[in-house]
């Protein structure tokens, strides 16, 4: 595919030409750009052993949605099937203790079925600071319990020296847990410009031109999560979700789930302070007709890489980079390598975990194999909102499954 660029959609355009014309970077702290994760940039140039296999902790869920380093041990977020059944676990593991029950949100129920009585999945681990914040992709009781004034609301699990809070009465969220009013999933949670921003999919006023627009949230002082942007769209766009977020040369870039496959735009784009009445979110198009659901970001201080997948080809996945945030260009793969699962990079160099195994991508289309997937295929399997998901730690890489639970670890040589 050719470079195409970041086109805008519909009267969008004058804020995109200013993004383009735009150099800021964010000088706030914790704002840097490019990967943050602990030992990415090591690790991108290590020879690996190969995958060794830790058995899962029993009673895990059979799809590992997202994976995290924290305290000296990988958090791992075990699901069923995002936003469509019952199981939201978060477990963690050293090598020294082995497996504890950091978070159980499935609440006394049966997973795997669809009644809302647990949670439907947590779709992102992420560590801020010295805290790890964990979304909620869809809440129990289809629109929360009531704890603010909203008529609906989602949640983010807040874990810090101690770990997650206690569940409280009538098993509802811990007494820390950042309520985000208006949502019916939270997916994402970042922090950009000095605020946290999470992502999801809300209930918009009654005037507006969509009712179920995608949703950015930001944190206020009373600690909850507040609508700040709708996107821009039309009635026609149908049930819209802003997804994933990465910050890239100081701009936050946002994914969205096409649902009823009648977006015509790919990303959003924030540029400036959140909490300002003025700063906006453009919309803008990558692929030719738009659509397209975004998977995993990820960048250096140089590019910006993102995994997005196709409605139109069956849902499959495919590897885009850009130097800028404008223009990209999909990157090669190869039917032995597969689709592109996750992205980490550093220093000029991805690491790609792909259906076939782990590649690392050099200057141009250079693809290296560095590791071939385990048996019984467990990147392969595609589910709604969780592609298979790797992260760097100080003991090595490590990746999990989609099909069947699996947690691999790559450890250097």
Partial sequence: MAVVALEPVGAWKTLVEQI????????????????????????????????????????????????????????????????????????????????????????GGRAGITHEQGGQGISRLRVIGDTLFATDADAPNFSGFGISDAPLEGYVFVAGREGFGPLLAGDRPPADTLIVPMAFHVFDITRYMGRLVASGGTL??????????????????????????????????????????????????????????????????????PRLADTDLVLGRVTALGGWKTRHFASDAKTLYWIASDHRRRGKSFLFRSADGRSFSEV???????????????????????????????????????????RGRPFARRDGFCSAAMTPTPLGLFAGSTNGSGIYLAAPK
């Fill in 20 to 107: 383009a014309e735009s150099t800021k970077v964010s000088a706030l702290p914790g704002e840097d750009d490019g990967s943050s994760e602990e030992g990415t940039a090591s690790l991108v140039h290590a020879p690996l052993v190969p995958w060794q296999t830790i058995a899962p902790p029993p009673g895990a869920h059979p799809l590992v949605c997202d994976l995290a380093w924290f305290q000296d041990a990988v958090w791992v977020s075990f699901g069923n099937k995002t936003i469509s059944t019952d199981g939201a676990r978060i477990y963690s593991w050293n090598p020294t203790r082995g497996w504890t029950l950091e978070f159980d949100w499935d609440r």
């Fill in 204 to 273: 918009a006023p009654q005037n507006a031109k969509s009712r179920y627009p995608g949703g950015l949230f930001v944190n206020t002082e009373s600690g909850q999560l507040w609508p700040r942007f709708f996107p821009g769209m039309d009635s026609k766009s149908g049930v819209v979700r802003a997804t994933f977020l990465h910050r890239f040369r100081g701009r936050l870039y946002v994914g969205f789930q096409n649902n009823e496959r009648r977006m015509g735009w790919d990303l959003g784009v924030v540029d400036g302070d």
């Fill in 332 to 374: 090669p793969l190869g039917e032995s390598v597969g689709e592109p699962q996750d992205v980490l990079a550093a220093d000029g160099i991805a690491l790609v975990l792909a259906n076939g195994g782990l590649y690392r991508l050099e200057t141009g289309n250079a693809l290296t194999k560095l590791l071939s997937a385990p």
